[in-house]
Nanobody
Framework: EAQLVESGGGWVQPGGSLRLSCAAS????????IGWFRQAPGREREGVSA????????SYADSVKGRFLISSDHTKNMVYLQMNNLNPEDTAVYYC??????????????????WGQGTQVIVSS
């Protein structure tokens, strides 16, 4: 059974940093692109970043470019999202998801097959 489990969320002050982790199991990790999405209360789900595990291609939403860094460790079936210079607009539940198209890093949620349960990130003073 395919499974994605996020961790690393929490509360942080504006300007702070957090590192999210996504542990994948139950599917051919290297044949997928892993994406991070977020959803704030009352807002639509937003694609944040994606990485092709086999190709290494990466994409970022404009709202996080220069602040967030995605990486992967295929030996551990892990994907990480380093989030720096956080601001209150980054407050959301963050989800990782798996897309079975390793040559794409699109951030369209409908392309992603498997989803985790999410981890809450709160940025507040």
């Amino acid at each position: 059974e395919a499974q994605l489990v996020e961790s690393g969320g929490g509360w942080v002050q504006p300007g702070g940093s957090l590192r999210l982790s996504c542990a994948a199991s139950g599917f051919a990790f290297r044949d997928y692109t892993i994406g991070w999405f977020r959803q704030a209360p009352g807002r639509e789900r937003e694609g944040v970043s994606a990485i092709s595990i086999s190709e290494g291609d990466i994409s970022y939403a404009d709202s996080v470019k220069g602040r967030f860094l995605i990486s992967s460790d295929h030996t551990k079936n892990m994907v990480y999202l380093q989030m720096n210079n956080l601001n209150p607009e980054d407050t959301a539940v963050y989800y990782c998801a798996a897309m079975p198209f390793p040559f794409s890093v699109r951030l369209s949620a409908d392309l992603y097959e498997y989803w985790g349960q999410g981890t809450q990130v709160i940025v507040s003073s």
